[in-house]
C-alpha cells in the first residue's frame, strides 16, 4: 500500500512531513495542515498589499511575494514592475533620486527593511559587491580555463619556433588558426616569452 498523507479524510500520496503537497503547504503557512490562509488583496492599497507579502524578523524582513532567479523580489508598483527593494524605500522615504539605486548593507536580496537599505550609485554597489567578496571571480585564463588546449610550455615554443604555421600544425596537432592566433599574440596575452 503507498504512503498516503497523515489527514485522515486524505488519499493523496505524502510529499513531506508525512502531507500530501496541499497539507504541507498548509502546514508551512500556518502550523496546522488543515488550516487554510487565505490572502486577501482586493481593495487594499499599494502599500498595504506590499507590507502583507513582508516577513519581518528580528534583523531582515523577508518579501515572501515572487521573485527572480536571483532571489530579488518583484511587484507591480504604479503600472509598472519592479525591485521590491525600490518599492519598500519609496514606500518609507519618498521616491529615489534620479541616477540612483538601492543597495543592501545586508546582502540579502530578498530583504525589504527599510533599515538595511541604503542609496548610491551603482559604482557604489559594484564596489560594494567586491568589498563583500560576492563578486564573480574573473575568467580563468591559459590552462586554468577548463576548454584550454594549449600549456603555456606550448605557447612559448610555438612564439620561438621559426617553422611555418603548416609545418608547426602537422608537427603538434594543433590548427592553424589557433597557432596564428598565439604567435600575433590574440591568444594566450598573458604568457611572456
Not at 499599494?46 to 532567479?69: I, N, P, Q
Not at 617553422?163 to 594566450?188: A, M, N, Y
Request: with cysteine.
Amino acid at each position: 500500500m503507498p504512503h498516503i498523507c497523515l489527514i485522515e479524510t486524505c488519499d493523496r500520496p505524502r510529499f513531506g512531513k508525512g502531507y500530501c503537497k496541499r497539507h504541507y503547504r498548509n502546514y508551512l503557512n500556518t502550523g496546522d495542515p488543515v488550516t487554510v490562509k487565505q490572502v486577501q488583496y482586493h481593495g487594499l492599497s499599494t502599500a498595504e498589499r506590499f507590507w502583507k507579502r513582508v516577513y519581518k524578523t528580528a534583523g531582515c524582513w523577508l518579501w515572501m511575494g515572487s521573485k527572480d532567479k536571483n532571489g530579488y523580489g518583484r511587484m507591480r508598483y504604479e503600472d509598472k514592475p519592479r525591485l521590491v527593494t525600490h518599492i519598500a524605500w519609496m514606500l518609507t522615504y519618498g521616491y529615489l533620486p534620479k541616477g540612483q539605486v538601492v543597495r543592501h548593507s545586508c546582502d540579502n536580496p530578498s530583504c525589504v527593511n527599510p533599515d538595511h537599505l541604503l542609496i548610491g550609485t551603482q559604482q557604489d554597489n559594484v564596489d560594494d559587491m567586491h568589498d563583500r567578496g560576492r563578486a564573480r571571480q574573473g575568467h580563468a585564463l591559459g590552462e586554468a580555463h577548463g576548454n584550454a588546449k594549449l600549456t603555456v610550455a606550448l605557447v612559448r615554443e610555438i612564439r620561438a619556433s621559426t617553422e611555418t604555421t603548416l609545418q608547426l600544425h602537422r608537427r603538434l596537432g594543433i590548427s592553424r588558426p589557433t597557432i596564428d592566433s598565439v604567435r600575433k599574440r590574440e591568444t594566450w596575452k598573458h604568457v611572456e616569452d
